[in-house]
């Protein structure tokens, strides 16, 4: 099992800057992908960035993420990391972080608990 714990989230003005970081811990040998996804009020949870986890190069951005925010991993310290620019109102939502544990691409095993992000305008 790999367990997951967000942080860096919290209350930032428009137009701010603010990065999500990811840490995973347990079987991270087990990991072949990352992402990062978001739920606002009524929606479900959508896709913001993902990554591949053994070379951390193939990377892909939902439409929220496009432009604005960059993923990143460190496989050795097991982090994954979400830096997020000229942030909206719109951003706000709540963020979770997930693991691919099976690497067939059918979807995301494990999921942090998420973290709060709040962009004032």
């Known amino acids: 099992q790999v367990q997951l714990v967000e942080s860096g989230g919290g209350l930032v003005q428009a137009g701010g800057s603010l990065t999500l970081s990811c840490s995973a811990s347990g079987r991270t040998s087990g990991i072949y992908g990352a992402a990062w996804f978001r739920r606002t009020p009524g929606q479900g949870r959508k896709l913001v960035a993902s990554?591949?986890?053994?070379?951390?190069?193939?990377?892909h951005y939902g439409p929220s993420g496009e432009g604005r925010f960059a993923i990143s991993r460190d496989n050795v310290k097991n982090t994954v990391d979400l830096q997020m620019t000229s942030l909206r109102p719109t951003d706000t939502a709540v963020y979770y972080c997930?693991?691919?544990?099976?690497?067939?691409?059918?979807?995301?095993?494990?999921w942090g608990q998420g973290i709060q992000v709040t962009v004032s305008s």
């Open positions: 990554i591949d986890w053994p070379t951390g190069i193939n990377v």
């Open positions: 997930a693991a691919d544990l099976s690497g067939q691409g059918v979807g995301y095993d494990a």
